[in-house]
């Protein structure tokens, strides 16, 4: 069974501009979480979708978003890019939503540097 | 506010010795901790994890214990070795709002 795949690794940008970051979940998986790791700080959740729906949001700016579409796959956004957003940016899938129990998977992060 | 803190960035272990690593909250209200292990370049892969109605949950080298009243958890690994090199990570969640919270991280280097 394939594992969490995340496009692209690596991704260099300049402040001001904006990206989008893809994720694909292990076939069956419908719930799928972004994180950013940034050193000393962890990682911190940005939000939570489940069947297209957002179920949980981080403390993050609005120039943060993401969507989920009906196949699982999941994309995130973030507009008018600052130095700060520079980190590794990972992507997880569960079979439900995240809580007790449920096992996240994590892909192996798409790394943005914001120049 | 860091809920989930783990304060010691780095731990140094001679192979075939006990690694402990340790963490700290302070919600409450969290009811499932989990451990997880990341080598560079790789994303977070799940180690182990406690509910908090146990006190402590053992798979293999790995055990973890769950202190409630501490609001404190600790991995410990025994023998330690070279490939258990890697920054591992507690997180904790609950019932309620099922946000994973995760720490820093602490970088383990097991030394042969």
């Known amino acids: 069974k394939a594992g969490v795949t995340q496009t692209p690794r690596y991704l260099i940008k300049t402040r001001g501009q904006q990206v989008t970051l893809s994720c694909s979940p292990i076939?069956?998986?419908?719930?799928v979480s972004w994180y950013q790791q940034t050193p000393g700080q962890g990682l911190q959740f940005l939000f939570e979708y489940f069947s297209e729906t957002q179920r949980n949001k981080g403390n993050f700016p609005g120039r943060f978003s993401g969507r989920q579409f009906s196949n699982s796959r999941s994309e995130m956004n973030v507009s008018t890019l600052e130095l700060g957003d520079s980190a590794l940016y990972l992507c997880?899938?569960?079979?439900?939503?995240?809580?007790?129990?449920?096992?996240?998977?994590f892909g192996p992060g798409t790394r943005l540097t914001v120049l | 506010d860091q809920q989930v803190k783990q304060n010691s960035p780095s731990l140094s272990v001679q192979e075939g010795r006990i690694s402990i690593l340790n963490c700290d909250y302070t919600?409450?209200?969290?009811?499932?901790f989990l451990w997880y292990k990341k080598y560079p370049a790789e994303g977070p892969t799940f180690l182990i994890s406690?509910?908090?109605?146990?006190d402590k949950n053992e798979d293999g080298r790995f055990t973890v214990f769950l202190n409630k009243s501490a609001k404190h958890l600790s991995l410990h690994i025994v023998p330690s070795q070279p490939g258990d090199s890697a920054v591992y990570f507690c997180a904790a969640t609950d019932s309620g709002t099922y946000k994973y919270i995760f720490g820093t991280g602490t970088r383990l280097k097991v030394l042969a």
């Open positions: 406690i509910s908090s109605i146990k």
């Open positions: 997880a899938s569960s079979l439900s939503p995240s809580g007790g129990g449920n096992e996240q998977f």
């Open positions: 919600n409450s209200m969290f009811d499932y």
């Open positions: 076939s069956g998986h419908r719930s």
